[in-house]
């Protein structure tokens, strides 16, 4: 804590986490220590089996791997440190590493929305121009769209966590939470915060806009080319194609719409580390499955991958 005018300002913070009971903290380790280890896993088994496999060499398993890719850094944002404040008993974090967490987990969340609103541009090229489909997304093309993603998710990020830790913190060094985020650290600030909180929104808000706008108008466009299918074979075979990403877009965006759209006093430590969790933590561990499980082209490369290293010489 520093002293700066009449009022003392914190420089470091506590993290509460999930609990502060013994026995639930070694249950919520080993709890996260699966999830975190399916996590990993998962995603670069998915990742690994798209680079193996040629038939998965199209522009639409190429945004798969780099959705994995991301989950993969934004579940490590977060699941290590959950890991190591359970056996800990110093859970503080200074102002510059709660900081530097903040930055990246806005980061990589900023970059997952534009990721996905890329991939359902992708399947609006792939259904409503199959024939131009290899053409109109080429590799560069997709390269191109998915580090924009990251400089448009990277550079909302500099504008959040610059407004967010330009505020004072005081009082109460306590955040009842299991990573830095914007409501426990909006409470603890000691300055004016309208002018933050309307910033805040219109920068989420630009952001849900502009993404939400490219997947509502790409799914329309989808949803008039499925009805122009005459086959019910065709018609299911090009939902199928769709389902994976529209329940990613659905978990994904409904778990942080939830919690970033209501008004800071709305807030409360249980409901806001709960539907966190969705964004942080299982949204990251369920991707792959959704993206496996779900996709026959998936589960047969799968098995040809798999027969490859099983197959008697």
């Known amino acids: 804590m520093e002293k700066e005018g009449n009022r003392t300002v914190l420089t470091d913070f506590v993290l509460v986490g999930f609990t502060t009971d013994p026995v639930l903290r070694i249950i919520v380790f080993v709890l996260f220590l699966i999830s975190y280890t399916v996590t990993l896993t998962g995603n670069l088994g998915l990742m690994t089996l798209i680079y193996l496999e040629s038939r998965l060499h199209t522009p639409m398993y190429f945004f798969v791997g780099s959705l994995s890719f991301l989950d993969i850094w934004y579940s490590t944002v977060y699941t290590p440190r959950i890991l190591a404040d359970c056996v800990s008993k110093n859970n503080s974090m200074s102002l510059t590493s709660c900081a530097a967490q903040f930055f ?115 799914y329309t466009g989808i949803v008039a080319a499925i009805t122009r299918i005459h086959s019910a074979t065709g018609r299911r075979k090009a939902f199928s194609t769709c389902s994976s990403h529209l329940i990613s877009v659905f978990l994904f965006y409904g778990s942080i719409l939830f919690t970033y759209s209501r008004p800071s006093s709305q807030h409360t430590p249980n409901w806001d580390k709960a539907s966190a969790l969705f964004y942080t933590v299982v949204n990251p561990l369920v991707n792959p499955l959704i993206y496996s499980l779900r996709n026959k082209d998936v589960k047969s490369a799968f098995k040809k991958v798999l027969g490859r290293f099983i197959q008697p010489k």
């Open 104 to 218: 990246f987990s806005a980061g990589l969340a900023y970059s997952e929305c534009f990721l996905l609103a890329v991939m359902a541009y992708d399947r609006y090229v792939a259904i409503c121009n199959p024939p131009l489909y290899a053409t109109a997304m080429p590799k560069k093309l997709c390269i191109q769209l998915v580090i924009g993603s990251y400089v448009a998710g990277f550079s909302s990020a500099i504008v959040y966590t610059g407004n967010t830790f330009h505020l004072h913190f005081c009082g109460n060094n306590i955040i009842n939470h299991y990573f830095c985020d914007e409501p426990p650290l909006v409470k603890m600030a000691c300055d004016d915060t309208r002018v933050y909180e309307l910033t805040v929104t219109t920068i989420l808000g630009c952001n849900m806009l502009a993404t939400t706008a490219v997947i509502l108008g790409s």
